[in-house]
């Protein structure tokens, strides 16, 4: 019989030198295996005689179950360093930073900037922003709004209509953002204080019109605000909107259904190219619509017009966009060309404020 502790030696060194689960493997084959070397010397007990077998059993039994034993303490320890490396080496660093410049390439479109410097005129001004459906009903787009049944006002919107229902109603794109304002009369007690900023659509595409456009109407129901009140507002928004400290204005008495009187707002300008020079030189541009509300529509959402008046204002966003930046087409505003937006968009970050100023 062979040197049993040298045996056990040489085994151990083995099971320690393993670096991994195979390596492991191929050392207790070796030792426990069919061929293996404790293996021949258990086999070696047949031959021996019983006085030997005696303390040569128990001493080779031993040895075969401290190696298994030590085998598997070594499994352990390798299976536990395989997970750790793979971990290691499959680890993704969530914390990396985002890369430089990143906030930097992203643009804000002129007309989103436009509605924010606007929400925040007059959100200083103690007003709400309302918004509704871009798909609307005939009731709240023409019918609620003053615009009679067959009345050529209402061929005058170019309208987008759905197919009819059984019962022959027809949904419609809203033209203006005025039923916002129908809706929020309607869910709201007086006072009333709102702008509607948002999509609207007119069958109309050219130079200075595409079939989506935005609109921002305001609107002020109250029992005692007149058109005094009006003009110091519009007045007030132009300074504010322009960034200029006079504007001059002029109405123009004009027609809407949903007003009466009706009027049409100019401001002084002078033109340099595309840009408009506010408050100065000797033409007028046309910058908004207004008037009182008509005591129809101020029935028609439940209040009682000899109780509550009010005013309202609609104007062009991308219109007064075009004026304020200097951009000469309307219709790169919707062509989704990365180049325009580069060039005429603006700062993620530079949020329009009155006190930080409205464009940077
Ligand atoms: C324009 C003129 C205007 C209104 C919109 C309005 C809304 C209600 C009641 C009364 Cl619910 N009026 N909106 C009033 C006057 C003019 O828009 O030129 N828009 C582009």
Excluded at 145 to 168: C, I, K, Q, S, Y
Excluded at 308 to 335: E, T, V
Aim: net charge negative; proline share 6%; with cysteine.
């Amino acid at each position: 019989m062979a040197d049993l502790d040298a045996l056990e030696a040489e085994l151990r060194d083995a099971i320690a030198a393993a670096s991994d689960e195979g390596a492991l493997e191929a050392v207790r084959i070796a030792a426990l295996g069919k061929k293996g070397s404790v293996s021949e010397q258990l086999k070696c007990l047949g031959s021996m005689s019983p006085e030997e077998r005696k303390t040569a059993g128990p001493a080779l039994n031993g040895l075969r179950d401290r190696i298994a034993e030590a085998l598997a303490a070594r499994k352990e320890i390798l299976k536990a360093e395989g997970i750790a490396l793979r971990l290691k080496a499959e680890a993704v660093d969530i914390t990396l930073p985002v890369r430089a410049g990143g906030l930097e390439s992203g643009r804000i479109h002129p007309v989103s900037q436009v509605i924010d410097e606007i929400t925040a005129i007059f959100g200083d001004l103690g007003f709400a922003v309302a918004e509704g459906p871009d798909v609307e009903t005939d009731h709240y787009n023409f019918t609620a709004l003053n615009f009679p049944v067959g009345h050529p006002a209402r061929e005058m919107h170019d309208t987008f209509f759905f197919n009819p229902d059984e019962n022959g109603e027809r949904l419609l794109l809203r033209t203006h953002t005025s039923p916002v304002q129908m809706r929020t009369m309607e869910r709201q007690a007086p006072p009333i204080r709102i702008i509607a900023p948002g999509r609207t659509y007119r069958m109309d595409s050219d130079q200075t019109h595409t079939p989506m456009f935005h609109q921002v109407e305001g609107l002020v129901i109250d029992r005692t605000s007149h058109i005094g009140h009006l003009k110091w507002l519009l007045e007030a928004f132009c300074r504010a909107y322009f960034e200029v400290d006079k504007v001059e204005m002029r109405l123009r008495p004009s027609f809407f259904p949903f007003t009466e009187p009706s009027m049409e707002v100019d401001i002084r300008c002078r033109r340099v190219g595309n840009e408009v020079r506010i408050g100065e030189g000797d033409d007028w541009l046309e910058i908004l619509g207004c008037g009182m509300v008509h005591p129809n529509v101020i029935r028609f959402a439940g209040l009682d017009p000899d109780v509550y008046q009010g005013f309202a204002f609609g104007m062009g966003i991308d219109r007064i966009a075009m004026l304020k930046y200097g951009m000469p087409d309307l219709r790169a505003f919707f062509d989704a060309d990365i180049r325009w937006l580069s060039h005429y968009g603006f700062r993620p970050l530079d949020i329009p404020t009155l006190v930080g100023g409205l464009s940077a």
